[in-house]
């Protein structure tokens, strides 16, 4: 069983140490918030497996890590100066400040054909696309929301509406010491450019030949018009991406694997179930993109919203990003939409040695989130189990290489020295062998300590008792040197010998 509502996770996640609201003891900052001790773990954990997935376990794929403080340039020749926005719109009776498209998708169907038809259009069933056709004419637009009565959700009744009108998400930061209109840089709304930017120097420091991709983890920031729902929608945000190189013919064939592979990934490697993920094809698609496909996640609260995009950017950002571009052997769209480049140094073109000419290659794109992703997580791991007993069990069924925690080694007495020193030294041979994060507890009886465990999602709990000392009732001394290994998942347990431990959590993390 999964999470029923965002507000078991966000409850959770303050309780136990993975997510808190950042610059709380200050009334906050909207959209940011801080990982925790547990939190901090979980999110690298889930970084870790995307990283051996897509960069150690294949032959074709480099790491990067570039700068998040970005020269203006990129970002005007990657088009988001110009296109980078959300719509909005303003009540002017409750105040209240809504993404236009957020707005209207919390209408009723007869609301939206009132609104279709006071602007005069059929409407369009995709959302995007509406949305495009309303911006077309904000004054026309803000005449129809007010005549088709667009309700506003804060106080139920019709909205005194401003006109709509587009904001660009990205923010701006002073660079050096003097303040005037031209020392300004970007934060990175995407970790992709710098993958874009990077391109000929990995391909001349790694003699890659196509197809091949660059694969980075870091932090984006966007300037979100209503951040919300926890940490799906931030303004300071992490990506995991992947710019994939190839010959513009294999573009297509090669966006499908990455679709599939990325969903069996999901699924096997994090732990989503299937039922829970669906894909979306989008219909209005970004200046860049031949053809989108998003990977939905059943989020509690929110049901399917996207966890992860998969575009064919075709040469877009290679033919932007590059001088001379008139001399390059462009796709339609990139020669007569891109800027014309007059502050690029290089032509991002790679030289086909079969042809014996330069081309320009595509580009297929998987970009997540790695909060969406530790959400989703948490969401389909989180479980409230009756037991016999009446009580409620709360657990986290995480896949073992998630866990913030592997093992938590657990003295019986806490008074008792023999037994704590035996428990710690347990807790240091684990740790020593580099394969598993294990914990040593002893603040609450062991009871407490198994529920606060399986609250964490902690796989296996280690109890060392009178026994593992050799000193079992009535004198009996067979157990000694051996330790009870209790199973998050089935509260199964097991006694193990101590030589054996290592062997017997090394198979069982996997
Ligand atoms: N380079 C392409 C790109 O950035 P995107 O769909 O805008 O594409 C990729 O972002 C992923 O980043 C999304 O699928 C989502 O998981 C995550 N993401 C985007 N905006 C976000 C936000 N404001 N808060 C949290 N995650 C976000």
Redesign the pocket.
């Known amino acids: 069983m999964a999470a029923k509502s965002l507000e078991q996770i966000v409850s959770l996640c303050k309780r136990r140490g993975f997510i808190f609201p950042g610059s709380e003891i200050y009334g906050g900052l909207q959209?940011t918030f801080d990982y925790g001790p547990l939190g901090v773990e979980l999110k690298n954990n889930l970084k870790r497996l995307w990283w051996r997935h897509n960069v150690y376990e294949r032959d074709d794929m480099e790491g990067i890590e570039t700068a998040l403080l970005t020269n203006r340039y990129v970002l005007r020749y990657s088009g988001h100066e110009k296109g980078f926005t959300d719509p909005l719109i303003d009540n002017k009776t409750t105040k209240k400040r809504y993404r236009f498209d957020h707005l209207l998708k919390e209408q009723t169907n007869e609301v939206l054909d009132a609104v279709a038809a006071a602007f005069g259009i059929a409407r369009p069933d995709d959302m995007d696309l509406f949305v495009d056709a309303l911006l077309a004419d904000t004054k026309k637009s803000q005449t129809a929301l007010m005549a088709a009565k667009v309700i506003d959700a804060q106080d139920g009744k019709p909205g005194d509406w401003t006109e709509p009108r587009t904001f660009n998400l990205m923010f701006k930061t002073q660079v050096g010491p003097v303040a005037d209109d031209e020392s300004f840089a970007y934060l990175r709304?995407?970790?992709?450019q710098g993958m874009f930017i990077n391109f000929k120097n990995v391909l001349d420091s790694t003699n890659r030949k196509l197809p091949f991709g660059i694969a980075q983890q870091g932090k984006?920031f966007?300037n979100?018009i209503t951040?919300r729902n926890f940490?799906?929608?931030?303004?300071e945000?992490?990506?995991m991406?992947i710019e994939y190189f190839v010959r513009p013919e294999d573009a297509e064939r090669i966006h499908d694997e990455w679709i599939t592979d990325h969903v069996d990934w999901w699924v096997e490697e994090v732990g989503l179930s299937r039922e829970n993920l669906k894909l979306f094809s989008h219909v209005k698609l970004a200046h860049y993109s031949r053809r989108t496909v998003?990977i939905l996640y059943n989020f509690p609260t929110l049901g399917f919203d996207?966890?992860?995009?998969i575009?064919n950017r075709t040469d877009w950002d290679l033919g932007s990003h590059s001088r001379d571009q008139a001399n390059l052997p462009l796709s339609a769209n990139t020669a007569q939409m891109a800027l014309k480049n007059e502050h690029s140094t290089e032509k991002l073109t790679y030289f086909d040695d079969a042809a014996k000419k330069h081309i320009v290659p595509f580009v297929v794109?998987p970009?997540?989130?790695v909060?969406?992703?530790v959400l989703a997580a948490l969401c389909e791991a989180y479980d409230e189990e009756l037991l016999p007993n009446g009580e409620t069990r709360v657990v986290l069924r995480l896949k073992p290489a998630l866990a913030p925690i592997k093992v938590a080694v657990l003295p019986l007495a806490k008074n008792k020295p023999d037994i704590v020193a035996y428990a710690k030294s347990v807790k240091r041979t684990l740790l020593a062998s580099g394969e598993m994060r294990a914990v040593y507890d002893d603040s609450a009886a062991i009871g407490k300590l198994y529920r606060r465990q399986d609250e964490v999602g902690t796989p296996f709990c280690i109890t060392v008792d009178y026994d593992t000392l050799g000193l079992g009732k009535d004198g009996d001394t067979s157990l000694k040197d051996t330790v009870t290994v209790r199973e998050r998942d089935s509260m199964l347990q097991e006694r193990v010998p101590v030589e054996d431990l290592l062997a017997y959590l090394r198979d069982r993390l996997k």
């Open positions: 959209g709304p995407e970790t992709a984006s966007r979100e951040p940490i799906f929608r931030v303004r945000l992490e990506q991406e998003d996207e966890l992860e995009g575009a794109e970009a997540a989130g909060d969406r992703g």
